[in-house]
């Protein structure tokens, strides 16, 4: 199979293997904290707000995200229009799909160029693996940032996948120092993340040292990388049996997040993984995070009918959940989430 079919064939398996449930990993934790009932808010529903911004610059109408998903193969540009479409039109931050492919193939920028052409006020967060990072030139992956005119640049960390992935690259090895001089050289913020497995309150210090801007937990909880390589496998190959090995491998949403309040935590929170419902996203936001991503939500809400208004009908309702849950909970803003410790351990 030559090198492109390859690709494109592990992008699409990829796109398949995550709307599976057998891929994802059951128990974010949020299932064991609940917000604290307020029965009389002092205003009105209407009045709950849930405005903030990006980088002190970018207003956005929701803290909600779309997380990285997909690109560089047969349908992802239909899918990523409809999700820039959804950028531009609600205001909220898109992660692109990993921009691996622009690196070995110029011509894979066309598909960013024809959607940053189509919808120029998409607010698009760039993407790029670790180990593409330690092993590209820090200008080459500066360049994957202007070709998207990227406003944030997301590097995730998945040492699972990559050590499960049929065609792995789990080289690890100068990780700090790779994003140390991105740090260094990008005029835009630099956001890690997982992209399922959490982070060790270790893994957090280490990151926050370095004076990384944003910090995405992206916990255990839903898509799990390790089963959805598992599955791309041969059966009964060392790689899939490991696989099953570690099918629950990873710390929790919720366990990730307590790391992170162990912690004086310099970069901005943000958090993701196994996230569903808008009640979901208004208890990460009182534990501390500043925004929260969502990616299985919205592509299968693409593929109920292929098209932008099943997804503007998903952000909706997970919109007026999140007001819902703020208002019954007495916090007329996302500053009043914090401000007061609105969430307890859920007691039975």
Known sequence: MKENDSFEKRKVDH??????????AQGSGLEDIELVHEALPSFNLSDVSIQCSFNKEISL??????????????????????LASLSEKRHILMGVGSQRRQLEQESAVQEWENIRNKYPGALLMGNI?????????????????????????????????EALQPEGNPQFAGALQALE??????????IIKEVGCGMSEFTLKKLNQLGIDVIDVSGKGGTHWGRIEGFRNPINSVKSNAAITFADWGQSTLKSMMNAMNIDMKAE??????????????KLLAMGAKKVGIAQGFLKAYFETESFESLESYLDQVEFEMRIAMFCCGAQNLDQLTERRVWQWKRN
Do not use: C
């Not at 001089?181 to 630099?190: E, G, T, W």
């Not at 943000?270 to 979901?280: K, P, Q």
């Open 269 to 282: 929170l943000w958090a993701s993984g196994g996230v569903r419902t808008g009640l979901d996203v208004v």
């Open 129 to 161: 693996g670790i180990s593409e990072l330690i092993s590209t030139p820090t200008d080459r992956i500066l360049n994957l940032m202007k070709s998207i005119q990227a406003i944030g640049f997301i590097v995730h960390l998945n040492p699972l996948q």
């Open 61 to 82: 109408s929701s803290p909600v995200f779309i997380s990285s998903m997909t690109a560089g193969h047969p349908g992802s540009q239909k899918i990523n229009e409809a």
């Open 181 to 190: 001089a991105l740090k260094y050289k990008s005029s835009i913020p630099i």
């Open 15 to 24: 796109i398949r293997l995550s709307l599976d449930e057998k891929s994802q």
